[in-house]
């Protein structure tokens, strides 16, 4: 692959720690869900940053399919992320699920179903959930 773009974040604390990118767009505190045994405090969670960047990534996938297509979306098209987290059934370790909701008022189903499947043929997100993406291991 190519590569056009890089950015990094460091999480220091775990899931009730801090969260920043490098560049300092992006600094977060992170808190566990009462879900998963967090007390509740004030903050976000990896599962909340994942469903905001697939969501954002794959409107932009699916304005870019449907501009190839020459069709125009409305502005007030948006696509909601539900991230769920929870054990694996091999019972070796925590797994994630995603839906995505795709609402593109005033486009008949059809149409809006097709560019939603294309979208996800070229969505970086779905891409990486649907074949294994390497994760190269550093430890520094």
Known sequence: MKVLYTTRATATGGRTGQATSEDGALDVTLAMPKELGGDGAAGTNPEQLFAAGYAACFLSALKN??????????????????????PRDD??????????GVDIPGMNKDQAEDLVEEAHAVCPYSYALLNDTQVRLNVL
């Open 91 to 100: 019972e070796q370790g925590f797994g994630l699920e995603v839906t995505l």
């Open 65 to 86: 399919v449907a501009s190839k297509a020459k069709v125009k979306l409305p502005d007030t098209a948006a696509v909601t992320a539900s991230v769920s987290v929870g």
